[in-house]
Nanobody, 122 residues
Framework: QVQLVESGGGLVQAGGSLRLSCVAS????????MGWYRQTPGKQRELVAD??????NYADSVKGRFTISRDPVKNTVYLQMNSLKPEDTAVYYC?????????????????WGQGTQVSVSS
């Protein structure tokens, strides 16, 4: 299986910056997509950004402020968050779509991290 460990959350004032990191480890043949979602109480988890070979997606609410990047050698994804706003306050979850090679077959599964809290004060 695969474990995702996030780091970098915390409390910051509006206009400040944070950088989230997420490292994937375990039985990995290939990571196809890595990304970040966020969730606030009472709301559905929403995509913030994801990255795959040749494409990057951002939620409209973070375009121009957040930057996602990936180090495929380290199986790590980063989220640089600038110009943070109070409405960015949420638990941020790392996700990875991972291909396994098991018994001569390819299997693909989605994994989630435990989440890291980001709080932005006004």
């Amino acid at each position: 299986q695969v474990q995702l460990v996030e780091s970098g959350g915390g409390l910051v004032q509006a206009g400040g910056s944070l950088r989230l990191s997420c490292v994937a480890s375990g039985s990995i043949y290939r990571i196809d997509v890595m990304g970040w979602y966020r969730q606030t109480p009472g709301k559905q988890r929403e995509l913030v950004a994801d990255i795959a070979s040749g494409r990057i997606n951002y939620a409209d609410s973070v375009k121009g402020r957040f930057t996602i990047s990936r180090d495929p050698v380290k199986n790590t994804v980063y989220l640089q968050m600038n110009s943070l706003k109070p409405e960015d306050t949420a638990v941020y979850y790392c996700t990875a779509d991972v291909t396994h090679f098991v018994l001569l077959k390819y299997e693909r599964n989605t994994y989630w991290g435990q989440g890291t809290q980001v709080s932005v004060s006004s």
